[in-house]
């Protein structure tokens, strides 16, 4: 088929009653305005034409799984569209977290091995994995700022133009800086103050303790609070709405 001729083929919609049990299940995406829900429920649709989803360790895909996946996967790219996944088409989705085995040779030849839980990953040009139950529960988890889906997601933006630094890419390289000074800005008080929580025993700050790990990590987790739970994420990180919005909403669409 000629391609002009695919791309004028639309995708079939999302059928109605599979939409609405998605947004319920999902508040931060039904308390969106009316036309962005729209925005929201096309695009899934053309993800869901262009993806393809495998289940891991006997887990069967089903309708739920896929749109619940492809609703929250397209809401960092609403504005700026599904191009900027078009590097992978692979989603792979386990029942629940991965135990994932990492060895690693440091400078003097030892080999290091260890077991690290993984709730999904990204990778450079390639597939994205994801786990259902923790994409299950991201209603619930939104008030804490987490969604798996999305912080998988933002990963794949981010490495858009090469490893994950923590910045998308941008226009310029003014644009850059200006992106990574804000960044770090919040970035450094937050992994400061996860610090002292964890030796010292103070109280502990508002998001995921992971994204005190490095910046790219940071990126992900405050854009899954940005998208879940802006009313606090803005109380929590006002500089980083307004630097997220240049990004996510370049028309500055209500
Ligand atoms: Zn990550």
Partial sequence: MFAWLRRRRAAPAVPEDLWRATLARYPFLAARAPAEQERLRALSAEFLARKEFHGANGLVITDEIAVAIAAQAVLPVL???????DDFVGIVVHPAE????????????????WEEVLAGEAMEGGPVMLNWRDVAHAGASADAGFNVVIHEFVHKIDMRDGAPDGCPPLRSRQAREHWLRVMGEAYQPFREAVIKAERFGEERPWLDDYGA???????????????VNRERFTREFPALVDLFDSFYRPRSSP
């Fill in 98 to 113: 991965v135990l994932a085995r990492r060895t690693e040779t440091d400078d003097s030849g030892v080999v290091h091995a």
């Fill in 213 to 227: 790990s490095s910046i790219d990590e940071f990126f992900a987790v405050a854009c899954e609070a940005y998208f």
């Fill in 79 to 85: 504005h700026l569209g599904l191009g900027w996944y």
